[in-house]
Nanobody
């Protein structure tokens, strides 16, 4: 069955860095867009970044541009999110997701979701 398993979350101070990972299995990984989403308490889930099937294109939410970098390894079926210069407003549960193209930052159309990993940034 399809599995997306996130790891790498934790607690850091503002200005720090974290690297999230997502291990995918059970589907044709290289045929799917991969994305990172986040949801803070009391807020709707929002798109953070997506990367195209071969990793040639990536798109970021304005709030994370220049600070976060999404990458994928189609040989290892893994997805990463390097998060630098973290801010308290980045605090949220982070989810990886998979979708048949076209890719989008809108959460609704994504096909598969992980369980999430918590990121907490203190000031």
């Amino acid at each position: 069955q399809v599995q997306l398993v996130e790891s790498g979350g934790g607690s850091v101070q503002a200005g720090g860095s974290l690297r999230l990972s997502c291990a995918a299995s059970g589907y044709s990984y290289s045929r799917y867009c991969m994305g990172w989403f986040r949801q803070a308490p009391g807020k709707e889930r929002e798109g953070v970044a997506w990367i195209s099937t071969r990793g040639l294109t990536s798109v970021y939410a304005d709030s994370v541009k220049g600070r976060f970098t999404i990458s994928r390894d189609n040989a290892e079926n893994t997805l990463h999110l390097q998060m630098n210069s973290l801010k308290p407003e980045d605090t949220a549960m982070y989810y990886c997701a998979a979708k048949i193209p076209p890719c989008t930052l809108v959460p609704g159309p994504w096909d598969y979701w992980g369980q999430g990993t918590q990121v907490t940034v203190s000031s």
